[in-house]
């Protein structure tokens, strides 16, 4: 149990629409990172929030955006969907900064989402 | 540019024998971080183990295992009397030293255990 849980395990949509996938921390983890799983791959760093700020992104285009709240919840929103966009998006929490060097991120158990 | 590279696909094995999984990593820092997670079918990314690019040391944890090698680049992974309960996919991971929440992961080696 990591404590982190993703709303909702399964989603479709179609091509061109607008996603909000949704997270919660564990209380006092002030650093959220979302990741990226396509099918037979490994996870890819999408972006991280610190505090309700943007700390640091991946190679992902502007349509994906992303918000944290003071409750320890955070958002992945993504405009425009393409085929491609069809994996499962993790989030990843943990104590502290991100410049601490945290042992370990938690992990939730991800969003599925299917572009059609 | 920093990569991690699985080579190796998917291992098949029988229960109670030994299995290595294999971990190469690039990186041009001199201060890193490696990882190793577990990913069953439910989906969840669970921590293994981290160890830092000055920590050659190698670890024994329960039938669990790890082998770091520099000079090599190789940080490479061990179960001992593999279980059923092993079968997951595993990802080796490394992050700079200043943000250890941004991982970069290689692509996983599916593990399955026969009884």
């Known amino acids: 149990e990591t404590g982190v849980t993703q709303s909702p395990t399964h989603l479709i949509k179609t091509r061109g629409q607008q996603v909000t996938l949704r997270c919660s921390s564990q209380s006092g983890h002030n650093t959220v990172s979302w990741y990226q799983q396509a099918l037979g791959q490994g996870p890819q760093f999408i972006f991280q929030y610190y505090r309700e700020e943007e700390n640091g992104r991946g190679n992902f285009p502007p349509r994906f955006s992303g918000l944290q709240f003071p409750n320890y919840s955070s958002e992945l929103n993504v405009n425009a969907l393409e085929l491609d966009d069809s994996a499962l998006y993790l989030c990843?929490?943990?104590?502290?900064?991100?410049?601490?060097?945290?042992?370990?991120?938690?992990f939730g158990s991800g969003t599925q989402l299917s572009v059609l | 540019a920093q990569k991690v590279t699985q080579a190796q696909t998917e291992i098949s094995v029988v229960e109670k024998e030994d299995v290595t999984l294999d971990c190469v990593y690039e990186?041009?820092?001199?201060?890193?971080?490696l990882f190793w997670y577990k990913q069953p079918p439910s989906g969840e990314l669970v921590f293994l183990i981290r160890?830092?690019?000055?920590?050659?040391q190698n670890e024994i944890s329960g039938r669990y295992s790890w082998n770091f090698q520099k000079s090599t680049s190789s940080f490479n992974f061990t179960i001992t009397a593999s279980q059923v309960v092993d079968s997951a996919v595993y990802f080796c991971a490394l992050s700079e030293s200043y943000n250890t929440d941004k991982l970069i992961f290689g692509t996983g080696t599916r593990l399955q255990v026969f009884p």
């Open positions: 990843a929490s943990s104590f502290g900064a991100p410049t601490a060097t945290n042992e370990k991120l938690f």
């Open positions: 160890r830092n690019s000055f920590d050659e």
């Open positions: 990186t041009r820092d001199t201060t890193y971080y």
